[in-house]
């Protein structure tokens, strides 16, 4: 009783006591100063304020930005019809555009009374004024292997090649497939290609028989290229075994083209193996480009294929070439003695756009990696901006995830100070991982442009203009010019200023693809028969108040809980941001009471270790930074997860994982690292 009664009269004292005299004027300090904190934090960390010095360094401000789009929306057109010449035409285009988008029908043709050829407007147009410059930097696996290659050598090779592929019968429209790690013979040889009129499918070097032979049989392609070995993070690929293997049921390939890379045995079928070297031996170094129709087809590349067959995406000459070059000028701020490097391997789409077709055809200088991020150590890919100095650099968020986990030191013993601008592509980017991208690879002091687009649109269509607009980091920003983006809500219906739904492109634009190569109705069912007049791009996206598109992710990577719709992006951004965190991917399971529970993986930073207390600290953590229905239901730590061979997580296999269903999980072949998927069954947590 005694104590009850003290401790109630010391602590009201107390309390008044502080209350009246201290608390008003102490309370009124902190908060003015920790208000002015959070703000400034949010301006200077969620807002990024274009800098006077990205403006000056711009090739548009605000105003030329807000203009030209608004034009180029107005008046598409002409618009287009100006932008076209910005490349070099052999018989110039009269006709713009000529488009059909309906639930039915689609038909896409820009340029269409137009000629060029490709591989001319990367190389021979830049002979006249830049035949000494480097036109691609080849960096080997091995840091003492390097070449550079100027725009007349890269002439001279890619002609030889293309002579070489005309000696095997090779004609225009016939496909091509290019199987091959990062060597320089995968640039002459695709530009080849394209001068003689070949479509190139190229496969990227990580794939397996299985996915080979489906690709060359899928496109009836009857020529292979590929390398005795090749070389990656130190380790050897064999490409050619593979090659072998998958062509046991390709019976109609003709011709398999090998390149000399480690010059290790390999096994050999006469008649119909030809040595890349005996190819070029004797022909000669010059070789008319052929003349194409804007819409003669380009290149097939067949997308991931998370979900179902691959599909054959199909992209023509003119409208492609006209895209990739505008937006690597305009989007990196590219300026003639710019060195560029994007890290992608071309057997990607972005390799295709943004480390070939784009910058040479503005003559830039191109970076082309043969190796990983992590060999002979984490500091490989600084130490190559500081020895080749880097302006550009283009990478994505899977990578700088992987490299962040290592801790900061990789990074600080180099200086980077070439650096002027950086990019993102791949994935949506967590804050966290924008911030770290900006603060320790850039210095903070280079603009970040977070780049959405896919294999279909063939380049950039929603990214910031640095110098035009203010950065937020997770935020691919406002569209590029010619590119009407429209959100649609669960009913179908457009959402006009802010909202969120399902992100679809309203118009065409040159870059977009044409069709599925041999199977057109897959085209309009896929991209056009869910909203009438639109391509569905199968993407989720948020319009802010300002007009800034968020992606979401994949329409499938949404998880109704409770009723509410949870982005798995959204709470694996959460997870990234605790200290502890390295890398997340969410997936729903079936819950009993709330339709929906949340199974999280969790791969922890270097050094940490799973434990009891940390998992009951990352549940709070997420509830806290969204809110009580994203609470983790389960989570599952794992050193690793299952990622597509373009650093895509497939999500597919982990809902199968997180339900029990592991003995349906379909298709592996296209993991980078297959057996990540045995480890997570073996330790899946009960639901
Ligand atoms: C270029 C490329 C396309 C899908 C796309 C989207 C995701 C790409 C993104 C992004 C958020 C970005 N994606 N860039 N999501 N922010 N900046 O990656 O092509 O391999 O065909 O993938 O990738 O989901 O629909 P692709």
Redesign the pocket.
């Known amino acids: 009783k005694v104590k009850k009664n003290v401790s109630r009269k010391v602590k009201f004292k107390v309390k008044k006591k502080v209350s009246r005299k201290v608390k008003p004027k102490v309370k009124k300090k902190v908060s003015r100063k920790v208000k002015s904190k959070v703000k400034n934090d949010i301006e200077k960390e969620l807002i990024f304020k274009t800098r006077p010095e990205w403006i000056k360094a711009a090739l548009v401000n605000k105003t030329k930005y807000q203009k030209k789009y608004s034009d180029s929306i107005k008046n598409n057109n002409e618009f287009w019809k100006k932008e076209g010449k910005r490349i070099t035409w052999i018989k110039p285009y009269k006709k713009i555009k000529n488009v059909k988008y309906s639930k039915t029908d689609v038909k896409i043709k820009w340029y269409e009374d137009g000629t060029l050829n490709a591989s001319s407007n990367c190389i021979d147009r830049h002979l006249k004024d830049k035949k000494d410059k480097t036109a691609i930097i080849w960096v080997g696996d091995n840091p003492n292997d390097t070449r550079k290659i100027s725009y007349k050598q890269l002439h001279s090779e890619v002609s030889k090649a293309a002579n070489g592929l005309k000696k095997l019968g090779i004609k225009k429209g016939d496909r091509v497939t290019i199987y091959l790690t990062m060597i320089p013979e995968l640039a002459i040889t695709m530009l080849a290609c394209a001068r003689i009129g070949a479509i190139h499918s190229i496969i990227f070097g990580g794939f397996l028989a299985e996915s080979i032979s489906g690709r060359i049989n899928d496109c009836e392609s009857e020529y292979i290229i590929t390398s005795d070995e090749g070389v990656r993070g130190g380790k050897i690929i064999p490409l050619k075994i593979n090659v072998d293997e998958a062509l046991i049921n390709c019976p109609n390939v003709k011709k398999c083209i090998v390149i000399k890379r480690t010059g290790n045995y390999i096994n050999w079928v006469d008649g119909r193996d030809v040595w890349y070297e005996d190819l070029i031996k004797d022909v000669s170094n010059k070789c008319e480009p052929e003349e194409m129709n804007a819409e003669d087809p380009l290149f097939i590349l067949y997308?991931?294929g998370s979900t179902g067959k691959p599909k054959g995406?199909l992209h023509t000459t003119g409208g492609y070439m006209v895209y990739a070059s505008m937006t690597h000028q305009y989007i990196f701020n590219y300026k003639p003695r710019d060195v560029y490097w994007c890290t992608a391997d071309i057997g990607?789409?972005?390799g295709h756009?943004y480390i070939i077709y784009g910058p040479l055809a503005n003559g830039a200088t191109t970076i082309m990696h043969e190796g990983v991020p992590n060999y002979p150590d984490w500091s490989r890919w600084w130490q190559i901006i500081d020895k080749y100095k880097v302006n550009i650099f283009y990478t994505?968020?899977t990578a700088i995830r992987s490299i962040m986990r290592e801790g900061d030191k990789y990074v600080k013993k180099t200086s980077r100070k070439s650096l002027k601008l950086l990019g993102?592509?791949?994935?949506?980017?967590n804050p966290e991982a924008w911030l770290w991208y900006y603060k320790t690879v850039g210095n903070s002091k280079c603009p970040i442009v977070?780049?959405?687009?896919?294999?279909?649109?063939g380049g950039?269509l929603?990214?910031p203009q640095t110098g035009a607009i203010n950065l937020k980091p997770g935020s691919?920003t406002k569209p590029f010019y010619g590119i009407k983006p429209s959100i649609i809500d669960k009913n179908g219906k457009e959402i006009k200023g802010a909202g969120e739904g399902r992100l679809c492109i309203s118009q065409s634009w040159p870059g977009q693809m044409r069709t599925v190569y041999g199977d057109h109705q897959r085209f309009i069912d896929t991209y056009f028969s869910q909203f009438d007049g639109k391509y569905f791009?199968?993407?989720g996206a948020k319009r802010d108040k300002d007009g800034y598109y968020w992606?979401t992710?994949?329409v499938d990577d949404v998880i109704i809980v409770s009723g509410h719709n949870l982005g798995t992006?959204e709470i694996e951004s959460a997870f990234v941001a605790h200290e502890k965190v390295a890398e997340s991917a969410v997936v729903g399971y079936p819950h009993d009471i709330k339709g929906n529970g949340l199974y999280c993986y969790v791969t922890l930073n270097v050094g940490e270790e799973p434990n009891g207390e940390l998992e009951r600290d990352l549940k709070l953590w997420v509830r806290k930074q969204i809110g009580p229905l994203a609470t983790p239901d389960i989570i599952h730590f794992s050193p690793g997860l299952p990622k597509t061979r373009?650093g895509?997580i497939m999500r597919r296999i982990l809902r199968k994982i997180a339900a029990n269903e592991h003995d349906q999980l379909g298709d592996t072949s296209t993991l980078a690292d297959p057996s990540v998927v045995q480890s997570l069954v073996d330790n899946r947590k009960n639901i």
């Open positions: 997308t991931s995406v990607w789409v972005t756009s994505a968020p993102t592509v791949g994935e949506p980017i977070d780049t959405w687009w896919q294999t279909e649109t950039i929603i990214s691919a791009t199968g993407d992606i992710g994949r992006a373009s895509k």
